[in-house]
């Protein structure tokens, strides 16, 4: 048993030191939540308390939601721990931390096959979304200076996109004053089409975007055909419309399954790609990278250079002070892992999620739209038939799995197929075949229950259940 030494007016240290740990004070009356406490409490107090408190948080190992890494073995976790101090900003006096950025960007920039002669050229963000908008920036930048040099208007960038896009590409908009083009979803299609694209594409597009791998489905957008299509368009137009590919969690699959699959910079319109190191680059969160194609597709008027810190730092970010740590985890994984270890930890994904998915096919209600052959991450939605005679929707069964922890959401497709609800699991690092077992378990359980509901047929009362 652990005792605290909590000292009070009227109690010399040896009484306190004897109180059970929920019998002190500060853990048997109510403490302060928006307003700062007056005075101190132990530090173990203060660690229970909040420790506790957390406890009603979802248990992240049984969060299907997230594409956010939740396992990391004890020695990255020591790693993390030793380095908690350093901050990425400090390239002077942190000169190490920042040669391991310089090598994990090198290290993407071969991963993703980077032209022999071009100058890796890139760096470590807080996740995809601040890479989201810097890599925005930089296709706003050059295509400005491209009218400019043509003696054209330039106040009326767009950007082209599947309407699939994850949110930051509509932050990124709102925020840069671009307007977003959004290649509508079309039946069974849930994300871009090149033809459709192009449809969008003018004189004043900044960028398309291409996304390895959707969001919504876990597929893998064209991204080769979205090369050709350009290329022929360009060459008919004399544009110089370039791709962004927005890697977030394919950037660290597909080098290490499918190394054959050309969506990288072996393609010759893709400037820029982005990826999570905190997804399936297997960090803790918060870390994200951009690389751009060469030195020259990054405009030198967004780097800025400070020397308040000692020496000329040329530094092109959303933030300054941020954490060094997750950076050392990205290169441990690197050091650790190889590629070898990468492909068997991503292969192992793809095989549980091809495992889960059929047997989520197999319980009966459940059709997929994805199998996780792509992303580790897959989609399905409730059979026509099944939908329009039970009384329960997938947001229901995403309640009836959360009584037994497992998140695993439900939502809708975006515009023209809103009307379409899915489910998805996403497949991580940590995430055993037992487990998967375990789900399919508590998914054919579920179903049953509601199938034992009396108003099973007939009259639909999925809305009883709060949505
Ligand atoms: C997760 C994700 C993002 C945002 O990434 P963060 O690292 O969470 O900022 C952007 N695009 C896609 C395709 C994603 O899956």
């Known amino acids: 048993m652990v005792y605290y030494k ?4 009227n109690m010399s240290e040896e009484d306190t030191s004897l109180i059970p740990t929920y019998a002190a004070r500060a853990l048997t009356s109510s403490i302060s939540k928006y307003e700062i406490p007056t005075g101190e409490m132990p530090p173990q107090v203060a660690y229970n308390l909040i420790r506790d408190e957390l406890a009603l948080d979802g248990n992240s190992r049984l969060n299907l939601a997230t594409f956010v890494t939740t396992w990391m073995e004890p020695e990255a976790r020591q790693l993390m721990a030793d380095t908690f101090d350093k ?7 942190y000169p190490q931390t920042a040669e391991i950025e310089l090598r994990c960007v090198n290290i993407l920039a071969r991963l993703w096959n980077t032209p022999a002669q071009a100058e890796a050229t890139g760096c470590s963000t807080i996740g995809s979304s601040e890479a989201a908008m810097l890599g925005g920036m930089a ?12 003696g054209k208007p330039a106040d009326r960038p767009n950007l082209v996109m599947g309407i699939n896009v994850q949110v930051c590409w509509e932050k990124f908009c709102r925020y840069w004053e671009v307007e977003p ?3 509508p979803l079309e039946g069974n299609r849930f994300h871009i089409d090149p033809d459709a694209a192009m449809q969008l594409v003018d004189e004043n597009t900044i960028g398309v975007i291409g996304i390895l791998g959707s969001t919504f489905d876990g597929s893998y957008e064209p ?26 969690s394919g950037g660290f699959i597909a080098p290490f399954l499918e190394p054959d699959l050309m969506w990288d910079f072996r393609l010759p319109w893709v400037k820029s790609i982005n990826t999570s190191g905190h997804k399936y680059g297997l960090v803790y969160p918060g870390v994200g990278w951009i690389i751009w194609r060469d030195r020259d597709e990054l405009p030198e008027e967004l780097i800025f250079h400070c020397n308040y810190l000692g020496g000329d730092l040329p530094n092109f970010a959303l933030n300054f002070s941020r954490p060094g740590n997750q950076v050392v985890a990205q290169y441990y994984n690197f050091l650790r892992l190889g590629r070898e270890g990468y492909r068997k930890i991503q292969q192992a994904c793809r095989d549980t999620a091809l495992f889960l998915s059929s047997q989520i096919a197999e319980i009966g209600p459940f059709e997929l739209l994805t199998d996780g052959g792509e992303l ?4 399905w939605k409730l059979k026509d038939e099944v939908a329009v005679e039970t009384c329960y929707t997938l947001f229901d069964l995403a309640d009836k799995l959360r009584e037994r922890g497992w998140l695993v959401p439900a939502y809708t497709m975006p515009k023209n197929r809103e009307d ?9 690092e940590g995430f055993s075949r037992d487990m998967a077992n ?10 049953e229950f509601f199938r034992s509901q009396p108003a099973y047929q007939g009259k639909p009362m999925g809305s009883h259940f709060h949505h």
């Open 87 to 93: 901050n990425m900003i400090d390239k002077d006096e």
């Open 223 to 248: 991204i080769a055909a979205l090369n050709d299509a350009l290329e022929t368009l360009n060459a008919q137009t004399g544009w110089e419309v370039p791709i962004h590919v927005d890697a977030a």
């Open 420 to 428: 379409l609800v899915v489910q998805r699991v996403v497949v991580k």
């Open 438 to 447: 375990l789900l399919v378990e508590d998914i054919r359980r579920a179903v």
């Open 181 to 183: 083009r959004f290649v």
């Open 376 to 379: 580790p991450v897959f989609a």
């Open 139 to 150: 296709l706003k930048w050059k295509w400005r200076k491209r009218r400019q040099a043509q």
């Open 6 to 9: 909590v000292k009070t007016d």
